[in-house]
């Protein structure tokens, strides 16, 4: 076989970098458990009429067929292209077994039918938490998703910082009925508004005032509520010098102000939160509360982290099951970062120790360290070979392994041991049953190399 | 929409069942990252060709096809149906960037597109390790990847025995040749000796003399081969016994006894090897050892780890790459146990702790009190609502949740703190800053239900 090359948007790791994915998605799972989230992990496919409900045939959906299908025909099936869909999905088809409120993460890969081209991924992972009542759902849970994906966030200490941008659908939908905007224009209006982060702003007041047919002060004052951005509730005094008034606004208003003070104890150098009025999730459902985040120097990417409230994240016609979830992109962060080799990690391989060999008939007593070793928690490997030492050495220091294990027998048969740093050099008399790395060298460190120099910096 | 019906053949998990499966991968993950293997995940789909390499077209490929292809055609991709195929792939795409020998683990989800009948799954998870080589790799790692396994079966204390079944293709190819059997005939006699677990000895003697047209006497022996198991390494002896001799022969008894030999000292009452001269691996390209393993009470499953030797896992044309691994099939495992309500968690949700609510206007310091638990690793969640206490203690009885936290606030504004173990009753003062369940309170445990009585054993 000649050899393969990548699948254009299928994005695969090598194992050190894979390390830094590891890493992520561990941390997002302890601390959404840490919040009471459980796991559940959703088929992979879904029928196709589930994937498109709602009428939206504009998915991009990977549908499947089997190959010794007589009929040509396709199962009816394709893979998800999100995780909401197989959540909405997982709680109606369990809804009797499960206890409501539900909190639960799921992070796995989604799949989207794109064609190929650069920066759009085909396969990617991605990291949900969402809370799910039966019949309705307290706001403090859209405070409380909010606060959990903050946490997370600022765990990753190794990625650039993150700027989550919230905001609520009930604010905006109020101001534009406060203006005297009619309830088919407000769809139209917040379409529009929604473009001014491609468009400058004279242009989205011309189709405003073309398209939406809204006045030139009701454009004005759309356009204004979309220019404030607060790092606290003070955004609640700006809205109000509009002078708009509504009773939905008001909700809006006390909802995001609640939402803003709850969440800014938790803001940090490095992940921030701002109330920013022009956020609306396009063509989303949400009903409430938005989400948006921005990676510090990656802006381009987009957001990669979103989410929101749905007054329907599922129906069965007799019940509705309210949601407020968000959703971070794990590969549209990670990808990026690593492929242009700003994120690795110190090693390949997860050993801490390679076990050396004076001879292969040493394998045996070389074994037996190694299960000392193990038992302690500590990975470790016995050398492939019995090559010179040399060469055992550079065997280690090609994978990143940090220290060398070397045993020799003395004629009565005592058997002496010792290890090597390798990365200082210095070899000490040592014992398998008691021996123990500094806790820093346990696992592989996640290393971050800055862009603009070659200078290293070790963080986690 | 209406309730949405399970898929046949794509199982999903309800939380507490979920938890089972999260404990055996990480398990899993942990002794393989133990002996030094690097995690690595391929993405789901391979080109056609690939996953049809070497002619095989009886393989069960779910193909894909874009939702919006206009010319209909399909996308030229399908997914995995093993783990193999993808990292073989990724050796030969990523040599280059690899150390060999490389140890790798994968525990992914694979597909297979079966028709839909009971038992078969479409959709599953496996658990693999291969060690891989470039040019050579010494037999010693055949002997690694078993212990590996064993090590990793041993330590999932909470499922049924195992018996890990070994065997070597050079012993079985050497034997017939030492027989006098023709080359041509080898493969013939090895595919029908393979048939011994469904049809009777009589039958599969008359079959080697009418379709493999071996002599009685050949016969005779082959399936005297064939009846030979033992626990250690006397299987020599008998093998002796039956008088053939050949090269190949010696190479595989030499093998065989020393890998079950290395392995003997991890077998326990519940995990046990055992050298099974049965064990041929049908049609799959082995060229040495070969595993199979069969579940206690379950061994209508067939095999759920399985595995061996290839002289060539990968090749360019130029080098070439032999590997050996194990597969364990997860889901084939963890599936029947569940579903028969054999294997539960004692917990729906990772919290230790339900936070009480006196009243709403409480619901702040009630989350001081969860962050204060959270930062000492101690899953917790707040009340929903300041319902009635009782209403909120079966809140956590519905859970599982083992602990509910009382606050209350005397008129000079002190706080007193008690937590309640609802299980016992027991409700003593605490402090959110240093109280501590008992370790085997921290995280779900997984419970066993025997099937034929009620009696619950909770192990790990």
């Known amino acids: 076989m000649a050899k393969p090359t990548p699948l254009s948007g299928f994005p695969e790791f090598l194992p050190a970098q894979r390390h830094v994915e590891l890493e992520v998605v561990a941390t997002l799972a302890r601390t959404f458990e840490l919040h009471g989230f459980a796991n559940v992990e959703t088929r992979a496919v879904e029928p196709l009429d589930q994937l498109l409900r709602k009428g939206d045939t504009s998915k991009e959906v990977y549908v499947l067929r089997r190959l010794h299908e007589e009929s040509g025909k396709d199962a009816g099936i394709g893979l998800h292209f999100d995780l909401t869909v197989p959540f909405a999905r997982y709680v109606l088809e369990n809804a009797g077994k499960l206890e409501f409120p539900f909190r639960r993460y799921q992070i796995q890969k989604v799949w989207r039918g794109e064609r190929p081209q650069e920066g759009r991924f085909r396969e990617f992972t991605q990291a949900d938490i969402d809370i799910v009542g039966r019949d309705d759902l307290p706001f403090h849970h859209d405070v409380e998703v909010a606060r959990v994906m903050l946490e997370a966030l600022s765990r990753l200490a190794f990625l650039p910082g993150f700027r989550l941008q919230v905001n609520n659908r009930k604010l905006i939908q109020g101001f534009y009925a406060g203006l005297g905007i009619s309830a088919e224009g407000i769809d139209e209006v917040m379409r529009l508004v929604d473009k001014l982060d491609k468009l400058d702003p004279a242009k989205v007041r011309a189709l405003l005032l073309d398209e939406a047919g809204v006045s030139e002060e009701q454009a004005d004052k759309c356009l204004a509520l979309a220019t404030i951005r607060t790092t606290d509730d003070s955004f609640v005094d700006e809205v109000r010098a509009l002078g708009v008034k509504d009773d939905l606004l008001d909700e809006g208003l006390d909802e995001l102000a609640t939402l803003v003070r709850a969440c800014a104890p938790l803001a940090t150098a490095s992940v921030r939160i701002v109330a920013d009025l022009s956020i609306a999730r396009g063509l989303d459902y949400y009903t409430g509360t938005v989400f948006e985040t921005r990676l510090d120097g990656f802006e381009s990417l987009g957001s990669i982290c979103s989410g929101g409230r749905y007054d329907a994240l599922a129906s069965d016609g007799r019940t509705t099951y309210p949601g407020v979830g968000i959703s971070l992109g794990v590969s549209r962060v990670l990808v990026p970062l690593v492929q ?121």
């Open 340 to 460: 242009r080799g700003i994120l690795t990690s110190d090693r390949s391989v997860p050993s801490v120790v390679l076990v050396a060999l004076t001879n292969e008939d040493a394998r045996a007593a070389a074994d037996a360290t190694a299960t000392a070793l193990r038992a302690r928690d500590i990975p470790c490997e016995v050398a492939p070979t019995a090559a010179k030492f040399g060469k055992q050495i550079r065997h280690a220091e090609r994978r990143g392994i940090p220290y060398v294990w070397f045993s020799s027998a003395a004629e009565d048969g005592t058997i002496t041991h010792e290890v090597k740093d390798i990365r200082s050099g210095n070899q000490v008399a040592a014992d398998p049953a008691t021996w123990q790395p500094p806790h820093q060298d346990l696992r592989p460190q996640v290393v971050t190399l800055s862009t603009d120099s070659t200078t290293e910096k070790e963080i986690l």
